[in-house]
């Protein structure tokens, strides 16, 4: 009988010692095809947007420098991963779809999981502790964008090369229920929204254009929903900012997000759609980041898109002429919108999805239409 034992043993180690190799055979082929498609997007930039041309002068040089800079960027994160795969090792733990992102010591009580990972003074520190995603790279439909991997450093002091606005959102819309489109479908073009410019046109986010490919694909996704162009322009102007950082994440596309756009814990935790980050509730989008599969997704996102609102004057202008009579977005209508209390949600989403606004000032949030109207 103890031998027998002894032979159990031996047979479940030996399975163990095969499971374990064939795990570092796989890790090791990923880390070979995540370097390989890097090396061939830094060949692409080098290809397509090196060289002398670059320094013509007009519009277009202002355009070929951003891509230049793009161009630098992407040779630094390779380089970064090159590092971080090295110090790896045979190391094989992993987790398929989460990230556990803690906040030690005293800011764990103190400190909402749905405020942004910005620290806002250098004494507020914060550790990632990250098991590596089983693949490496987001699962959204849009670019490859690297997830980091164990940290053990507080925010401000990671390496340059892992800087915030490094932390994307895990995105995972490999889970959307059959024949639902992705929110963001623009985002399955990064090279397209890349070469779009800096700042959208605000008649573009209204009308379309032909100028501006980002622009007019934000402009037909949300037309064809119905509502006012209030919305129309400032969800527009939130999605094109967000949009420019998702695909390209670096301190100038962060730095052009609003406040409440910084992605959450609970955002860099938990898989999730992408069209959820789009919303300007932090705590919503948490609360979403966790819980959204347990929802009808075109449900939802239709009275998403149906219930939220602008606080913005019935009747009252969105644009106005500059110096040269080109329409441009009014500076207030910005502070409006680019502030989280400058947006509501209507009593048809709040009675329909009440567990959905837990942790959220519910009669700061609500939108009453009536109030609204008299306001004017």
Not at 71 to 97: A, I, K, V, Y
Not at 129 to 152: C, K
């Amino acid at each position: 009988m103890e031998l027998h034992r002894h032979d159990a043993s031996l047979i479940s180690l030996e399975r163990k010692r095969l499971r374990d190799r064939k795990a570092q055979r796989t890790m090791k082929e990923k880390r070979e095809s995540q370097i390989r498609i890097l090396e061939e997007r830094v060949a692409f930039c080098e290809k397509y947007h090196g060289g002398d041309w670059i320094h013509q002068s007009g519009p277009q040089s202002s355009e070929m420098e951003s891509l230049r800079r793009e161009n630098r960027t992407l040779h630094t994160r390779l380089e970064s991963l090159r590092q971080m795969f090295d110090s790896w090792g045979g190391d094989t733990s992993f987790e398929p779809r989460e990230r556990h992102i803690p906040i030690p010591g005293p800011l764990t009580g103190s400190r909402r999981p749905t405020e942004p990972l910005m620290p806002s003074k250098p004494q507020q520190e914060a550790t990632l502790s990250a098991p590596v995603p089983r693949d490496f790279t987001d699962t959204t439909d849009g670019p490859d964008i690297v997830h980091l991997p164990a940290l053990h450093h507080p925010i401000h002091e990671l390496p340059s090369a892992i800087p915030p606005w490094y932390l994307v959102p895990m995105n995972d819309n490999g889970h959307l229920p059959p024949r639902v489109p992705p929110l963001c479908p623009w985002l399955s073009r990064p090279d397209l929204v890349i070469a779009s410019p800096p700042h959208p046109s605000p008649l573009a986010l209204l009308y379309g254009t032909r100028r501006n490919w980002l622009a007019d694909q934000i402009h037909r996704s949300i037309r064809q929903r119905a509502i006012r162009d209030s919305e129309c322009l400032a969800v527009g102007w939130l999605a094109y900012n967000f949009s420019k950082w998702r695909v390209s994440p670096n301190p100038e596309t962060f730095a052009r997000l609003a406040t409440f756009q910084r992605p959450t814990l609970a955002q860099l935790q938990h898989g999730h759609p992408v069209g959820l980050d789009l919303l300007p509730w932090p705590q919503l989008r948490s609360n979403l980041a966790q819980t959204w599969h347990r929802y009808d997704y075109a449900e939802l996102t239709g009275y998403l898109s149906c219930c939220m609102k602008v606080r913005w004057p019935w009747g009252e202008e969105i644009l106005e002429p500059d110096e040269d009579d080109n329409m441009q977005i009014r500076r207030k209508f910005v502070d409006v919108f680019t502030c989280e209390t400058g947006l509501g949600l209507t009593d048809e989403f709040i009675s329909k999805f009440p567990e959905l606004l837990e942790g959220m000032d519910i009669e700061t949030l609500r939108f009453d239409i009536t109030l609204e109207c008299q306001a004017t």
